[in-house]
Structure formats: structure tokens, C-alpha cells
DNA sequence: CTTTAAAATGTAATATTATAACATTTCATT
DNA sequence: AATGAAATGTTATAATATTACATTTTAAAG
């Protein structure tokens, strides 16, 4: 890939056909971890989703998951889906419908999801803190805490200026 | 209404047909001081969302509303539901898309959503501490907060016992 | 190797959630 | 009573997601 190519995929200081590269990785690695199968469909979904860091709705991956199989339907890539988010390769947006590839679902994390209102790029931040003070306070309302979603909404930095 | 009814409705403590009441007289007042119309269709829709504590869909709901009008349209429900979101009367839960009465739609407050996996009862805690500190994390990495999806799934105290 | 059972995928249909577009009615104010 | 905005009625359809069952692929056992 060159330079050229390179500065057109930069995005907010980051090499993405990098990040791309590191997602794939780990995918291959937690699957041998779990002896679970990152088949070609699979993979072909994650590679979709990585493409950019904005949250992309089923269908929409749908359309471009078909410049592979014409023939794909719904259920294929809801299936991909759900395998992906099951081992934490992908999160689901639950205010959006929508989904995105976590990018460090090599070390478990708690983390907040950032969600641009206008470009539609996700990214997300720890918030440890955030889960475990949530976690006991909800334990004083004699509430056994199981998972969280936690959406932040709001304007990311480029589209602060506009 | 007499104690052998109350006895039915009360639920975890508390006088449930009492609970529906203010809700409903909540809802008046914020639609008076709002100047904005409380409809025969919205204080319905409000009344059934009050029923119980469990998160409610929309074509429950309407279901329910047909009782009042047997050739209500999904659209009915859906318009109800933005009213009585836009003014904090209603919440939806994202993560189910769902519905629950706010019980304290009279204060402003910054709250987490409890929901219970089991029973579906959903209530709210206060959580002011971790809005300001989301907030304030996520300046931190210049992000431009505006809202929060705060949805904490688990069990409630009942259905820990089964 | 071949068998086999589980996992993955193919295929069709349909369920669930939500909105768009436009006509009509209701309501508060003139 | 006239008027314009808000609310509702009505029809259709968009967008999101799952079920059910047939077929193929795969890993592992025999």
C-alpha cells in the first residue's frame, strides 16, 4: 500500500489499514484461543465493519457484504454478527441499530461508547470506574448487575467546528 | 378501590394504583406548565405504559389501547410515545425497544435504568455522579457530550430468589 | 480413508419495529 | 363564525430482525 493510498485512509491521526490489519489478527487469535471458526463469511463481515469507524446498520453491511455473494441475504449477516459480538469483535449500538468493530477486544475492558450525532463515528474510552461504581450502587438497590449499555452521545471533534 | 384490590396491585413495596395517579397528575402539570395538550389518546397511552413497571413495546401497547379503540394504528402509539418522550414522561429502552413511565418526570434528573432480565420490571436510580463523570471523561478525549444511553440489565431482588 | 455428528451456510418466508405521506378533524384564538 | 396550527385518521411501506428447515462443510473418531 502507498503513501498515497495511506494519507487518503488516515482518519484523526490513525493508520487505518493498520487498524484494519490488527482487527483481523485478533479475530484469528481469540478464535484459535476458543477454537471457534473465523470462517471466510465471518471474516468478510468483520473486514466490512472495520472499513471505517462509523456505525453501520445490518442492511448497510448487507449491500456491501454483496459485492462478495450477490446472493447474501438478512440471516447471513446477522449470523456473522451475532458471532462476532459474542466473542467481542463487534458491539452492538443499541440507540442506533447499528454496529461496530471493537478495537480492543484483545484485553477485556469496560468501556463507554462515543457516538458522534453527525459523522456517525464511534469510538470507545474505558470507564472501569463508571461500571463499578454503576455495578454497587445498583447493588444498594438490592439489584444483582449483570451488563451494561452505555451510549454517550454527542459531537466529536471534527464536527464540533462545523 | 378497596384493599383487597390494592393488595393485588402492590408491587415491591409500594401502592401501585397510587403510583398510576401521580404519574398522571405529574403528566398534567407538566403539560400545563409546558402549555402543550394531554389528549384524551396521550393520557391513554400514558395510563397503559403505567400499568406496571415492566418495559413495554409498542404493539403491546397497542394492543392494550384497543381495548379504548379497536382500529388504532401502530402510527397512534408512535405519536403518543414521542409526546410523551419529548417532555420526560416516558423513557424508551434501547437496548429493548421498549417503554416505561418516568416516576420522576417532575425533577430533572440524570438517572440508570435497571431492568430486570427476568421479570422485565424496569426502575430508575439516580446516577447524577456518573453522567458528570462521563462527561467529563469523555472531554477529555474532546468529545462534545450531549446525552446518555444508561441501561444496566440484571436482576431484580424477586427473581434473584429463583 | 470413511463415517459421523455438529457446525455452518443456503433459502424462503415472515415477524417485529417504526415512519412517511397526505386527508380530515379538533381546538384555541381571533 | 373564521382561521390556522395541532392533532388525529388512514393507508402504505420502510427498516430491522428472526424462524424454520434443507443442504453443505468440517473436525474428529473409528
Redo the contacts with the bound molecule.
Keep these: 500500500m502507498t503513501d498515497k493510498i495511506d494519507n487518503k485512509l488516515v482518519q484523526g491521526k490513525h493508520n487505518h489499514h493498520r487498524c484494519i490489519d490488527h482487527a483481523l489478527q485478533v479475530a484469528e487469535q481469540v478464535c484459535l484461543k476458543k ?3 473465523l ?4 471474516r468478510q463481515v468483520l473486514q466490512l465493519i472495520c472499513e471505517n469507524h462509523k456505525a453501520v ?4 453491511l448487507l449491500d456491501l457484504f454483496r459485492e462478495f ?1 450477490p ?13 462476532l459480538m459474542d466473542i467481542g469483535l463487534v458491539h ?1 449500538i ?1 440507540s ?4 461496530i468493530a471493537c478495537l480492543q477486544a484483545e484485553k477485556q475492558h469496560k468501556s463507554v461508547i462515543l457516538i458522534c450525532g453527525q459523522c456517525k463515528n464511534a469510538f470507545e474510552i474505558d470507564a472501569t470506574a463508571v461500571y463499578e461504581n454503576l455495578f454497587a450502587l445498583s447493588k444498594q438497590a438490592q439489584f444483582e448487575p449483570q451488563y451494561l449499555t452505555l451510549e454517550l452521545h454527542g459531537l466529536c471533534v471534527n464536527c464540533q467546528k462545523v
Tied chains: 1, 2.
Design positions: 477454537k471457534l471458526r470462517t471466510k463469511i465471518r446498520g445490518a442492511y448497510e455473494d446472493n447474501a441475504k438478512p440471516v447471513t449477516i446477522y449470523r456473522s454478527l451475532d458471532f452492538k443499541e442506533q441499530n447499528a454496529f
